[in-house]
């Protein structure tokens, strides 16, 4: 067996291809479970080919939100133009804790320099120049030119990227951009300016966060949990859902709904730590 899959005519295939082969011949050696042991026995089960062989690239980094400010991602997403095969570009940074839209703008083309002005001004927005920020971002040339590794390095904010070619290392983003994109009035063929374009986004941010009740963060609003205004707000909750069930309590079959803040938000927790890759960002 390992003399016929080393051999030249099979030395770069897999046992599955290499019995039907055989078959065709009209030989018999041995069954293709047992041509998988032999090779596993002797070291050879392995990427046989050409061909290079999957590689496994480390998780990326770990980052815990305990408060605003903390950690933010950012994105750049197309929106459809006047022009067939013409797109404005949507800049959106959100902050990970509250889902709160820290910063956003719309530009006809996607740059580095573009991207660290958008940045700058949500740092001086938001007044956190002075505290451990980080930013997370794909791997695309606006998140890593020189022009914005410059702004960040002078803004004290620590980079942070996902994995090349790995599609839900910035989980909070993209889900941020597909509630976008299914808002009932996203237009259904295109914007026909820059500026129709800028102040659909205007009102798609407003709405978002001051009147939308995330899923996540216990149906309170971004901008109340940015501002810290959630506790209060989900204490006038449990009150009231308690007096409602101590006033009838045949109709509830078992304990108030949980109203408790949040808590934490990771991006990209580690496997052991008993935490979940985080897929209802939005």
Known sequence: MLDTCNSPAFESLPPSQIVPRLADEGRYIASEASFYR?????????HRGRAKPPVRRPSPTSHRARGPCQ?????????????????????????????????????EREAAELASEVVRRAVWAEGCLTRPLVLHADNGSP????????????????????????????????????????????????????????HWVACFVTWYNQEHRHSAIRFVTPSARHAGEERALLERRTDLYAKARAANPARWSRQIRNWTPAGDVCLNPERDTGDRKIRDAA
């Open 71 to 107: 950690v933010w991602t950012w994105d750049i997403t197309w929106m459809p133009g006047p022009i067939r095969g013409g797109f404005f570009y949507l800049y959106l940074i959100l902050d990970i804790f509250s889902r709160k839209i820290v910063g956003w703008e719309v530009h």
């Open 143 to 198: 998140m890593k030119g020189a022009t914005m590794k410059a702004t960040l390095e002078r803004l004290g904010i620590i980079a942070s990227y996902s994995r090349p070619r790995v599609a839900d290392d910035n989980p909070f983003s993209e889900a941020l951009f597909r509630t976008c994109k299914y808002r009932p009035d996203w237009p259904a063929s295109e914007f026909a300016s820059r500026k129709d374009a800028q």
């Open 38 to 46: 032999i090779l596993r026995a002797e070291e050879q089960q392995h």
